[in-house]
């Protein structure tokens, strides 16, 4: 399989301010997305980016395929981002996913 | 458009017994997952269905683990003879998909239902 490497495996951060989560992978892929897992379980979908640059509000994503990485960056953060942030990859986009371990967030107030 | 629906939400069951649960897709999503998660981890992959066939299952799933979408709609994930290392969170995806030079793929994003947490005791 391939393996996911996520870093930082915890991050504490005061509100407002910015971070950036890592995600390495270790063979070529066709399909990435970064998930948030929130405090009561539910995995909600935040970026389908096999490839390139997207935004969607507060949140950014960068995914460097040829140097298997990909970045999620958060900016302003608010209390609600906390919880847990996974990366996932799938070689043959069939959406048959190998997870990271996850960037655990904790947003104070 | 209601989401990913899985029953129930927690199931407490003794070793030996089994269990049964019951995913409903994204009405138009025409693929269906399982995957578990064990805490601490990320969820790894069990299984997925393309309409009613049932594509690929992960060396995870033994012989005590069936699934089944019968009408390619809804779907059961089914474990006989529980065992304390069972115990985890089983959760339901799904999403769209088509053909591209007659392989199956997947379009785009995945949507998880809000799992069913399994504890053997």
């Known amino acids: 399989g391939i393996q996911v490497e996520q870093s930082p495996p915890d991050l504490i951060l005061q509100e407002g301010a910015n971070s950036t989560l890592r995600c390495n992978f270790s063979?070529?892929?066709?399909?990435l997305q970064w998930f948030h897992q929130n405090p009561w379980g539910q995995l909600i979908n935040l970026f389908y980016?096999?490839?390139g640059t997207k935004q969607n509000g507060r949140l950014s994503a960068t995914t460097v395929a040829t140097e298997r990485y990909s970045l999620l960056y958060i900016s302003s953060s608010q209390t609600t981002d906390s919880g847990v942030y996974f990366c996932?990859?799938?070689?043959?986009?069939?959406?048959?996913?190998?997870f990271g371990s996850g960037t655990k967030l904790n947003v104070k107030p | 458009d209601t989401g990913v629906s899985q029953n129930p939400r927690h199931k407490i069951t003794k070793r030996g017994q089994n269990v049964t649960f019951r995913c409903d897709p994204i009405s138009e999503h025409n693929r269906l997952y399982w995957y578990r998660q064990t805490l601490g981890q990320g969820p790894e992959f069990l299984t997925y269905f393309q309409n009613e066939a049932q594509l690929e299952k992960s060396r995870l799933l033994s012989d005590r683990f069936s699934a089944e979408r019968p009408k390619g709609s809804f779907s059961t994930l089914e474990i006989q003879r529980t065992e304390q290392g069972d115990s985890a969170m089983y959760l339901c995806a799904s999403s769209e998909s088509g053909w591209v030079n007659r392989e199956p793929v997947a379009n785009e994003k995945l949507f998880f239902g809000s799992g069913t947490q399994l504890s053997v005791l």
């Open positions: 996932a990859v799938d070689r043959y986009n069939f959406n048959k996913f190998y």
């Open positions: 063979d070529s892929v066709n399909n």
């Open positions: 980016i096999p490839s």
